[in-house]
């Protein structure tokens, strides 16, 4: 038998899918509200990745990637979930999303995402939402699934979980 250990906290991130004509920072603070300060992010860019989208949102949609200062603990995950559907609500239009939000979280082995919809490898957290492990560490790398998201194995993406591990690696070992 294992002994049951405690749980660690863990880094938010999110993913931002908007589209050109959300202000961006406007939502950002709805993010802070929710997750508080931002403490890194990525630059906008063109979210080319998947058509997906398109049919709700239109084209021509912009991403970004953040993160934020405070830790949480991992099984706040789904309280989040749902939090950033009430913000994509605020934002619809027409019952139509003008911004995708993608929370989750960052710990040493790996960076895992909220989602709705269930899948062979995604594990049910609560409240309807699971768990799906996009990408994990070892070897001083990041290494991908088949089931991960194009747009979180690019470089830009990589480089900005790398900074955000390297940050959360050294807060943890000075707690």
Same mark, same amino acid.
């Given at each position: !038998? @294992? &002994?049951?250990?405690?749980?660690?906290?863990? #880094?938010?991130?999110? %993913? $931002?899918?908007f589209t050109k004509s959300v202000n961006h920072s406007k939502v950002i603070?709805?993010?802070?509200?929710?997750? @508080?300060?931002? &403490?890194?992010?990525?630059?906008?860019? &063109? $979210?080319? $990745?998947?058509d997906y989208y398109?049919?709700? !949102? %239109?084209?021509?949609?912009? #991403? !970004?990637?953040?993160? $934020?200062? #405070?830790?949480?603990?991992? %099984? &706040?995950?789904?309280?989040i979930k749902i939090r950033t559907n009430q913000i994509e609500a605020l934002w619809?239009?027409?019952?139509?999303r003008s911004i995708n939000l993608d929370p989750g979280y960052l710990t040493g082995a790996k960076l895992v995402l909220a989602s709705t919809k269930d899948f062979a490898h995604r594990i049910y957290l609560s409240d309807g939402i699971y768990g799906d492990v996009q990408l994990q560490y070892r070897h001083n790398q990041f290494f991908t699934s088949h089931w991960t998201y194009p747009d979180y194995q690019t470089d830009l993406a990589l480089s900005f979980f790398h900074r955000v591990r390297k940050k959360y690696v050294q807060e943890e070992s000075s707690r």
């Open positions: !038998m @294992g &002994d049951i250990r405690t749980v660690q906290v863990v #880094k938010p991130i999110c %993913g $931002f899918i603070q709805h993010l802070v509200d929710v997750l @508080g300060p931002v &403490d890194d992010q990525t630059p906008v860019f &063109d $979210f080319v $990745f998947t398109e049919q709700e !949102m %239109g084209v021509d949609l912009k #991403k !970004m990637f953040l993160s $934020f200062v #405070k830790c949480i603990h991992p %099984g &706040d995950l789904a309280k619809s239009v027409n019952n139509r």
